[in-house]
């Protein structure tokens, strides 16, 4: 059985990327795969985190992907400081990654923009980390969304460096699991731009914790082009934020582009922004209202997440205790 990892930052309330991208896939792998799932608080430490709120968005994040239909008990959900282990093997990578390399992320560069002298270091060898976390545990399968795409090749070519220069097979092949009609949703606002739950206009975003108004209105809001719905496909080309909805109600619907566009080509957008509401408040509402009921209840969340750590540490220990064996580090 394939063993799937994946993480989640913290940094704020998940948004209709994150669970379109990444957490309805995590959902859905459960069925036939072994499964652990992080909440990544120290990448959220990459940028500045009020240390008021870090632990409760932590605990918030948990509350959604328990809310989303994640199985803590027949797998795994922790979150990434508990589990030391993470850190042993990312320093061993930040060893075998090169600068070259993570020169070449164009996440880094997107977020360090001009600014790249002020940026924390911990956001130059964040996919290092990135790469233990995977690793810690050989997971070999990563559902993530398209804007990781490059941080999963950068940690096969760490694990393919690190097995090179201590002629071993000790980590494996990662695969990235990337799904669907949905694996980049963009900004509500701006349709080159992607959605994040980061971005300072909340008006960009559809958080899983928005209310049926503010999912409507959201919607209405949303940037489109003067022209009515296209008939196929090939009529999106050009029209970032008519595609990025389309694209949005075909995976909602579990249809494709031209299933949606079936049903709704030629008409304006009025009344297929109003479709497409309905469509977001049926499937969200549930989710917020179960996420709702878990924050309710933060022991037991905390104790999901404790239960959780301890699992993950009995897999991820003796691996890299093993890494640490190989690079010749004594272990009295
Ligand atoms: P993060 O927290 O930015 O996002 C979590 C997941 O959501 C996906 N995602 C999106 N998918 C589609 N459209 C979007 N607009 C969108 N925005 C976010 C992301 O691709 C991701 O799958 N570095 C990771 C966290 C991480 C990780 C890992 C992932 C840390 N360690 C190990 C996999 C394996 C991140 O910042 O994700």
Redesign the pocket.
Known sequence: MHRV?????P?GVP?L??Y????RNWVALQDGHECIY?V?DL?ALTTWQDPKQLASQTREMAASLLACGIDAKQHILFNQSAVPAHVRLAWIFNCVARMGWLNRMTQFKDKAGKDRENVSTGLFV?PN??AA??LAYRATR???????RQ??ELANDIAQKFNHDYATEFFPAIEPVILGV?????SLRDGTK????SDPSDQSRINLTDEPEAIALKIRRAKTDPAPLPGDPAGLEGRPEAANLVGIYAALAGTDLAGVLREHGGKGFGAFKEALAELLISHLSPIAEETRRWLDDPGAIDAVLRDGAARAAEIADPIVDEAERLVGLLKP
């Not at 990563?142 to 990781?148: A, F, H, I, K, T």
């Not at 992607?194 to 739950?197: A, E, F, I, L, Y």
């Open positions: 990892f994946s993480g989640i930052q940094s948004q990327g994150n379109l991208g990444a957490m992080c990544v990448h964040y980390l990135m976390d995977i990563v559902p993530v969304g398209d804007d990781q941080h999963l949905a694996a980049r949703v963009m992607k959605m994040s739950k």
